[in-house]
């Protein structure tokens, strides 16, 4: 009996904040099909018990200052994975199309003349609601402001001297090494005052988190041992006593 042919095949999927039970249906269905799943630092690893047991499990994580799977590896085992074995699912912690890179490996998929596709997640600024933090208040902010902390450069997103002119939600990626700067950025602009929290391990059981103002998140972070993987939220949404 002939092998039916491998499809080759590749699924971008957000894993959501790290909460497993946050993940789509879509999402869930895809995993029971994949052949191979190439995860990162930030799936949560309990994701892996859904897929098949002979599908290939493989840790191309990038943790901030550990270990580093190359983006140009990663690349590589799409392609190989997905000539030889078929339905490659790439999991991506929060949405892989935010600070993500995910369209970029979907691109890659694509020029190699492979099938790709994107199920979205749920982004980390999302789990904000867990701290009682809406990301939008009629009263306060019309908007968000999504930024990275740390651009391709190294350097901090000059976009965040553009937000901080603007009555929105500031909710800043990967900013947990550039903290100094960015409350420094804040204190030059005369906005030191501005409450401000930081979540760590947004949606998971050890979440930590601080509020204040922006002025004090060093000290604040420094005393309760807050480190990465963590959001920065930045605008009077996060005010503990906010109100209606």
């Known amino acids: 009996m002939n092998n039916p042919p491998v499809i080759p095949q590749l699924c971008v999927m957000g894993a959501g904040p790290g909460d497993p039970e946050l993940i789509t249906m879509k999402g869930y269905k895809i995993l029971q ?145 550039k903290l100094e700067e960015i409350v420094a950025t804040y204190i030059e602009a005369g906005n030191g005052d501005t409450p401000a929290a930081i979540i760590q391990h947004a949606s998971l059981p050890h979440q930590k988190s601080v509020r204040g103002l922006v002025k004090d998140l060093p000290r604040l972070v420094a005393e309760h041992h807050l480190t990465h993987p963590a959001i920065i939220i930045i605008g009077w949404v996060a005010d503990e006593n906010l109100s209606y």
């Not at 799943?37 to 840790?59: R, T």
């Not at 998929?109 to 990301?135: H, V």
């Open 33 to 177: 099909k994949a052949n191979a799943i190439l995860y990162d630092n930030l799936a949560n690893k309990e994701l892996l018990d859904i897929a098949p047991d002979n599908c290939e499990k493989i840790y191309v994580g990038k943790q901030p200052y550990g270990e580093y799977t190359s983006q140009e590896d990663i690349l590589a085992l799409i392609k190989e994975k997905a000539f030889s074995k078929g339905l490659v699912v790439r999991l991506k912690g929060g949405d892989p199309f935010i600070f993500g890179r995910g369209y970029e490996e979907m691109l890659f998929a694509r020029e190699q003349g492979i099938e790709s596709f994107f199920i979205p997640g749920i982004t980390s600024m999302q789990a904000s609601g867990f701290e009682n933090i809406p990301l939008t208040h009629r009263a306060v902010s019309e908007s968000v402001w999504m930024v990275t902390g740390t651009k391709k450069d190294g350097r901090l997103s000059a976009d965040l001297k553009l937000a901080m002119q603007s009555n929105a939600t500031v909710v800043i990626y990967m900013g947990m090494k």
